[in-house]
């Protein structure tokens, strides 16, 4: 569903992103870690279109998504770390929004809004505005505007930030419901507990370049994802 070759990313003389190359197959949940700055945003946001790249190709279901960008993005949806919604709507006004960008039928739309939003418990706040929200309502409706497509490939930046214990809970369901049904879905963390549990893969980024992809049971051994992530911290460190 999404792989990546030998995508390298810089800003001026900075290399955000080196050379890296990865695969994200249909129904897998991948965990991309890496401490702060090691590039997982940048790598996210190169697959999302949003962020141009200077070396490499990304093909998603199949498309490269330089040639041809605008049919790549039918299939993605991409969640920041920071979503920035329209405040100015009213929640229900936003997830329509995006319904009617994505060409969802009424019948569908509505279907999987109440669905979605009812899980994440923001199904009673959609008839207010977003200005209105605290930073995890914000949260659950933009979960809720990514899910509204069905995308094949789900792309999170660490989403469970500011979601409230059951949320977070609710959320990890839908996305082992969604790879059941054939999603790829690649998030960035840092709460290993959480991708250690909850993932079938996991690929670990440091300043850039990637060290360890693989297996989620293959990766770690005996040992908790949190042990393998510092130890290769600390071997590239030395």
Same mark, same amino acid.
């Given at each position: 569903?999404?792989?990546?070759?030998?995508?390298?990313?810089?800003?001026?003389?900075?290399?955000?992103?080196?050379?890296?190359?990865?695969?994200?197959?249909?129904?897998?949940?991948?965990?991309?870690?890496?401490?702060?700055?090691?590039?997982?945003?940048?790598?996210?946001?190169?697959?999302?279109?949003?962020?141009?790249?200077?070396?490499?190709?990304?093909?998603?279901?199949?498309?490269?998504?330089?040639?041809?960008?605008?049919?790549?993005?039918?299939?993605?949806?991409? %969640?920041?770390? $920071?979503?920035?919604?329209?405040?100015? +709507?009213?929640?229900? *006004?936003?997830? @329509?929004?995006?319904?009617?960008? #994505?060409?969802?039928?009424?019948?569908?739309?509505?279907?999987?809004?109440?669905?979605?939003?009812?899980?994440?418990?923001?199904?009673?706040?959609?008839?207010?505005?977003?200005?209105?929200?605290?930073?995890?309502?914000?949260?659950?409706?933009?979960?809720?505007?990514?899910?509204?497509?069905?995308?094949?490939?789900?792309?999170?930046?660490?989403?469970?930030?500011? %979601?409230?214990? $059951?949320?977070?809970?609710?959320?990890? +369901?839908?996305?082992? *419901?969604?790879? @059941?049904?054939?999603?790829?879905? #690649?998030?960035?963390?840092?709460?290993?507990?959480?991708?250690?549990?909850?993932?079938?893969?996991?690929?670990?980024?440091?300043?850039?370049?990637?060290?360890?992809?693989?297996?989620?049971?293959?990766?770690?051994?005996?040992?908790?994802?949190?042990?393998?992530?510092?130890?290769?911290?600390?071997?590239?460190?030395?």
């Amino acid at each position: 569903m999404l792989k990546i070759e030998n995508l390298t990313k810089k800003f001026g003389d900075k290399v955000a992103v080196n050379n890296i190359s990865l695969e994200v197959e249909a129904g897998q949940i991948c965990a991309f870690i890496g401490h702060n700055g090691a590039g997982k945003t940048t790598t996210l946001r190169c697959i999302a279109c949003i962020t141009g790249f200077d070396e490499g190709q990304i093909i998603i279901d199949g498309i490269n998504i330089k040639q041809n960008p605008m049919e790549a993005k039918k299939n993605i949806a991409y %969640l920041p770390d $920071n979503p920035e919604l329209y405040e100015h +709507l009213k929640g229900i *006004e936003y997830v @329509n929004f995006i319904a009617d960008v #994505f060409k969802i039928d009424k019948e569908t739309r509505q279907k999987r809004i109440e669905e979605y939003a009812k899980k994440l418990e923001i199904f009673n706040d959609l008839g207010y505005p977003i200005s209105s929200y605290s930073h995890g309502m914000k949260q659950k409706l933009a979960l809720v505007s990514a899910l509204i497509h069905k995308p094949k490939l789900l792309l999170l930046d660490e989403p469970f930030v500011g %979601l409230d214990p $059951n949320a977070s809970y609710q959320f990890k +369901l839908i996305m082992q *419901e969604l790879a @059941n049904s054939g999603t790829a879905i #690649f998030y960035s963390t840092h709460v290993l507990e959480v991708a250690e549990k909850l993932c079938s893969h996991v690929v670990i980024i440091k300043n850039g370049k990637l060290v360890e992809s693989g297996k989620m049971e293959e990766v770690r051994g005996k040992k908790s994802l949190e042990s393998i992530f510092l130890e290769l911290e600390n071997e590239t460190n030395n």
